[in-house]
């Protein structure tokens, strides 16, 4: 489901397998549309399992984006993501550890 190499997640939505990453470009325009807080305040609330649904939605659309898609946060509200909404928060987790990882831990440091 990952490339540890290019820090990718992979998820199915409405039955298509769509990878995505957080670039910098990508990790900017989620911060501009957090509604409270930095990005370290968002790690910080996934750390926590704290983290609500409106983090979890802005994840993936970044981590889309950030893939390619081309879409917008509303295209996702009727969509099925296979697993639910588990698998979401989960991907959305994977995504944010893997935009801080240093590249040797992302490949088990070989």
Request: hydrophobic share 50%; with cysteine; proline share 3%.
């Amino acid at each position: 489901m990952t490339n540890p190499w290019r820090g990718e997640v992979a998820l199915v939505i409405d039955g298509e397998r769509h990878r995505m990453r957080l670039t910098l470009g990508a990790l900017a325009e989620l911060e501009a549309g957090l509604e409270s807080g930095s990005l370290i305040d968002l790690v910080q609330r996934f750390e926590r399992s704290a983290f609500s649904t409106r983090d979890v939605l802005a994840l993936i659309v970044a981590g889309l984006r950030g893939g390619g898609w081309c879409g917008r946060a509303q295209d996702l509200l009727s969509a099925e993501i296979e697993g639910g909404p588990m698998a979401a928060a989960r991907a959305a987790a994977e995504l944010l550890a893997r935009a801080f990882m240093l590249p040797e831990q992302a490949d088990g440091g070989v």
